[in-house]
C-alpha cells in the first residue's frame, strides 16, 4: 500500500512510497503524470519527506539515480 505524504514544495505537492515494492512516487505541481522512482530505500524516503527544502532534496538524491 502507497503511502502519500504532502510537502511543503514550490514544484512538489506529494511524494508516495510503497515500501513492499520500494517505489516512491512524486507528484510534481507542473507536470500531469505521477513520476514512479524504483529500488528506493525507504531510509532515502523518510529523510526526503522531512528535508529542510525538499527541492533541493530531490536533486542532490534521487533525480536520475531511482529510475525504472
Known amino acids: 500500500m502507497t503511502e502519500w505524504v504532502s510537502v511543503s514544495s514550490t514544484a512538489i505537492c506529494r511524494i508516495g512510497y510503497d515500501a513492499e ?19 528506493v530505500p525507504e531510509n532515502v524516503f523518510r529523510e526526503f519527506i522531512s528535508a529542510r527544502s525538499v527541492g533541493r532534496y530531490y536533486h542532490q538524491y534521487i533525480k536520475d539515480r531511482y529510475d525504472c
Open 21 to 39: 515494492s520500494m517505489r516512491m512516487y512524486i507528484d510534481f505541481k507542473d507536470s500531469d503524470p505521477v513520476y514512479t522512482f524504483c529500488r
